[in-house]
């Protein structure tokens, strides 16, 4: 079974600041690693993901994600936060290691609100 | 391309009514998704389909139905809603198979559905 779990809510950074949104996953094998944006009354838009190779993943909008195996974790960082990067931001896992019709799902974390405070 | 498309946006219903949310995509994407969104809950799985003709139940098929007779479309059906049906549903679309995109889903704008 895979799982993901986001730790936080809620995450209040000031405007220019880092800002980090934290990740953890759970798989039986091998993940792929996925970050999501949620603007209010939108559908979830791709940022990035980890799939094989450099732990540091760079996205969209100035976003990164560090893949660390040995903590299980992919926190998504910026290193200055924008007023109109507040939004939802969802991290979702898919295992791998899974063969079979359903293989390509993801598990996707409760999600976690970011408020850029100007 | 206009990616994933959801029909309708918002939409009141009475206890015990049906409806038909659509879902279409444009990229010629094999797997197709449907979701519900509920306050601090995360996307639950309903049904998914790994092409025309295939589908299967996700995390939460009770009370929903699916089918898939072209690529393209992936219709959900309520056939009596209940109030605990209220909630915003989401489609998605994947190219499985390309390990490149390693299965990232791209999503619709969502259909907020209120059962009354």
Redesign the interface.
Known sequence: AQSVAQPE?QVNVAEGNPLTVKCTYSVSGNP?L?W?VQYP??????LL?Y?TGDNLVKGSYGFEAEFNKSQTSFHLKKPSALVSDSALY?CAV?DISYSG??????T????TKLSVIP | NAG?TQTPKFRILKIGQSMTLQCTQDMNHN?M?WYRQDP????K?IY?S?GAG?T?K?EVPNGYNVSRSTTEDFPLRLELAAPSQTSVY?C?S?F?GD??S?????????TRLLVL
């Open positions: 809510d792929y996925f999501y009354n939108r559908g979830l838009q791709f993901k799939i969802f898919r019709a359903g293989s390509y799902q993801l996707f974390g409760k999600g | 994933v797997y998704y601090g809950m995360g996307l799985l998914y790994v295939i299967d996700g989401f998605a994947s499985g390990r490149t390693g299965g990232t889903q791209y999503f619709g704008p969502g």
